[in-house]
């Protein structure tokens, strides 16, 4: 038999840790292959994970055509107005390749560079944006390029727009180099000395300071004329010099309706002649665009969605690299296997006001999923959709049909994911793709919803031509500007009125006020001066001829007075005016006096006053109030019976011997002075027979008789 051994003990063990060894060999073969597929995969990516490069895209753009106009500023500048750069870049005279896009930080000279090595060309390339010219270069041609920028930059005003500012340009290259600069340096001098161009259009702002000014017109013109007109007439009643109307029964019916006519012709006017002075009728020279101009960036990016959930906008500075870029369609990936995750689109384009959504980065996102929704043809396109913007760094996320929360997707993502942080402004790329990252972290945590959830639908902007038509010219500020036109015209009427009754002050301190005839004893002097009789006469004539018109006394009373003044205006040949020059004819003293009489006794004939006499010490006095002998002369005891006032009246039972002192003398000669009624040839001889006789007098001896 046989020895038998009996098994070793160390056989089963090693075994086992022959199985370890190759489970071990495995895993590290598995481990590295992995290691070594990432960054192949990251260099062997799909086109649609690497987006093409900013200059070689818009260099193969030119290829295509030496006109690229971004679809990204439809409501200022259109795809559509491409041929109208092609146009003009014609005139140039050197093969000119131009470039639309939105404005971006950097330098444009640069990106023109590099654009021309990549597209191998020589010319001049010029890059626009929503404003003009912005850089400009030439490559292997002598074109004045950055002296035509600067001279369609100087001499166009701002809101010229990129097309005609374009085509200055376009027309300074075609001068030549010498030309050019010698007009870039003219206008860069005008622009130095303070020099700038008028504005072209106008904004909302200033329409409604157009429609503020049309209301406050439209109410302060009519009611100015309307109040002021018949203030204006009773001050002229009221100055002492006021030439006084002719006796009439009233006014004519056409004269009562000339205010009210003008009221109403002044609002004609300015309500027919406003929309002629203010017609503008847009805000900018941005062309209506089509309805193809208005969906061409989101259709380009829903049919870049459609193959690929990232979409890096090729016309823009690239931030995110190919690194980043794997990553996050691991992480979108990843995000979609998950419990109520599904898809994310992630968009990293510009959003300006000049975008078909008006820089709304929630209709954006709304218009793209409709669009790729269409493209699907499967349904809605549900799914978390990521709005990143790589020239400002924001990012806005919208839930739309996933079991997500879309509230705390709008609203409480963290400051740094959705606007970044210092390092974030600070670097070119704004770190889009650490926040992405960070992005994709938080969608993984956050909790899922037990039905799916949407953002809502967002708000539609104005249409491109709602947008660029101003406000009517009657609305915005036109209403309050009625409320304020009526208040100026009350405060102008206040400003008038205290400036007629400051005139009127002033006038009355250098003619004396008419006085009542009460007053007048006490007020007249014995021995007044010329220049006193003479404004004395004027202001008594001009209130008499007032009285004779406005009167409603009867017929009697009017007839008298009227014959009293009619006789004073023959006195001074109807010139109430001429009155106020000394030396002018019908302005001696006795005649002056005879004025004043006269006048005096129309407006008491109009108070229902019949005495016909006046005081014959001194006829200043007024009317008389009885008769008494007395002795005036200073010599001899000869006694007269004479008409005298109250006081004079009074003097004369009291202290006859005051009469002497206030028998009226008048200027005469070399400074002398005449009793009143001792001048030759004068009417005033037939005063002591009654106001009356002196009117008779008067008339007798008038050369108008």
Known sequence: MPDERPPAVGTGLGGIRLLLTLCGLTALLLTSAALAASPARAADAPAANQPPNQAAYLADRLRENPVHVTDQLPRVIPPSMAPDFARLAKRTGVPTYVLVLPYQSGSGEDLLGTVHDKLGHDGLYVLLDDSGVRKAAAYGVNAPAEAARRVAAYELPHDAGP???????????????????????????????????????????????????????????????????????????????????????????????????????????????????????????????????????????????????????????????????????????????????????????????????????????????????????????????????????????????????????????????????????????????????????????????????????????LSPEAENALPPLFATDFWPGLFVGVVAALLLLGLVAGFLGIVAAVLRRRIPAVLRTQALTLAAPSKPSEAYLCRTACTELSAAGQAVAETDAGREALALAWERFDAAMFLVDGDIEGMSSLGAPGTDPATLLAVIVLARGARNALDGDTNDRCCAINPLHGPSAGRRHVRVLAQGNRRRRLSLCPLCLDAANTTPYELRERRLTLPGPSGTRVPYDEPTGSPLSVLGDGINRLADRVRETSPAQ
């Open 163 to 461: 097309l005609r500012n374009f085509e200055r340009f376009v027309d300074v290259v075609a001068q030549g180099p010498e030309k050019a600069e010698a007009r870039a340096a003219a206008a860069g001098k005008k622009l130095r000395d303070g020099y700038e161009p008028e504005e072209m259009y106008i904004g909302p702002a200033d329409r409604k300071n157009q429609s503020f000014v049309t209301g406050i017109a439209l109410t302060s013109v009519p009611l100015t004329i309307l109040l002021l007109a018949p203030c204006v007439r009773r001050a002229r009643r009221r100055f002492p010099r006021a030439t006084p109307p002719r006796p009439a029964a009233g006014r004519p019916v056409w004269r009562r309706l000339l205010t009210p006519g003008l009221a109403l012709a002044a609002v004609a006017a300015i309500a027919l002649t406003a929309p002629l002075v203010f017609d503008q009728t847009k805000r900018s020279v941005a062309p209506l665009p089509s309805a193809a101009d208005m969906t061409a960036r989101v259709e380009r990016v829903a049919a870049g969605l459609a193959r690929d959930p990232v979409y890096v906008d090729p016309e823009s500075p690239q931030v995110l690299d190919a690194t980043q870029l794997s990553r996050l369609h691991d992480r979108i990936e990843q995000f979609g296997r998950s419990e109520g995750g599904g898809p994310v689109y992630v968009t990293v384009v510009p959003h300006l006001p000049e975008d078909e959504s008006a820089g709304d980065e929630e209709l954006f996102a709304a218009a793209v999923r409709a669009e790729l929704s269409k493209a699907d043809q499967v349904g809605e396109a549900d799914g978390v959709y990521v709005v990143a913007d790589p020239l400002d760094g924001y990012i806005d996320v919208f839930n739309h049909g996933l079991r997500l929360e879309s509230l705390r997707l709008l609203y409480d993502i963290p400051e740094f994911i959705s606007y970044g942080d210092d390092r974030s402004d600070e670097a070119d790329d704004h770190l889009l793709g650490e926040r992405l990252d960070a992005l994709m972290t938080y969608l993984d945590k956050s909790p899922r919803t037990d039905e799916p959830t949407t953002s809502g639908d967002p708000a539609r902007p």
